[in-house]
């Protein structure tokens, strides 16, 4: 007695035999691919890098894409997720997948760049930012203002102790600092 479904001498029939390298499966000679190989018409084909078999049997590659881990992609291009991107230049997957540029940095060569410095996750310039003026956190307060890296009164002002002063208009420092106008005076 023979079992014709999974015998591999006796397929579907007796002494239907089946080639080296066929296993015996529901009556039907099938070929056996090794782990991370798929059976594509009686062939082995690796899907994650066969362009003419990419991610699934007879999923054709056009001719200018590569497949990459089972997706088409463009030459150069990397897969991340779903999506083929250029590692050496998307601020989302910079030099590898999923390592995201700060806000206002840029991706060149795989490397996140940054025109000023990078505080609390952000491409700021801390020449002229007043919440990080000169360095990150450093903050101005008192009306001044960040000019070149270090905080200081705005332009038509004048430093008078600790806060800056119009000393054309201000009562407490009436044309010099610490000046106060009288009681009716302008």
Request: proline share 3%.
């Amino acid at each position: 007695c023979r079992d014709l479904g999974n015998d591999p001498a006796n397929c579907g029939a007796c002494d239907n035999a089946c080639e080296p390298g066929f296993v015996c499966s529901a009556g039907a000679c099938a070929i056996v691919c090794p782990p991370n190989m798929a059976d594509c018409l009686g062939s082995c084909r690796d899907l994650e890098s066969d362009r003419m078999n990419c991610g699934g049997c007879g999923n054709v590659c056009i001719f200018t894409h590569s497949c990459v881990d089972g997706l088409c992609c463009a030459a150069g291009r990397s897969r991340c997720g779903a999506y083929c991107v250029d590692l050496d230049g998307d601020e989302a997957n910079c030099g590898t997948c999923g390592n995201v540029c700060a806000t206002g940095a840029y991706c060149y060569g795989g490397t996140c760049s940054c025109y000023g410095t990078v505080c609390d996750g952000r491409c700021i310039s801390t020449s002229y930012d007043d919440a990080n003026c000169g360095g990150c956190a450093i903050v101005c307060t008192n009306g001044t203002r960040c000019s070149s890296g270090t905080c200081g009164c705005p332009y038509g002002t004048t430093s008078c102790g600790t806060s800056c002063a119009m000393l054309s208009t201000d009562e407490s420092n009436c044309g010099t600092c610490g000046n106060v106008c009288g009681p009716g005076m302008l």
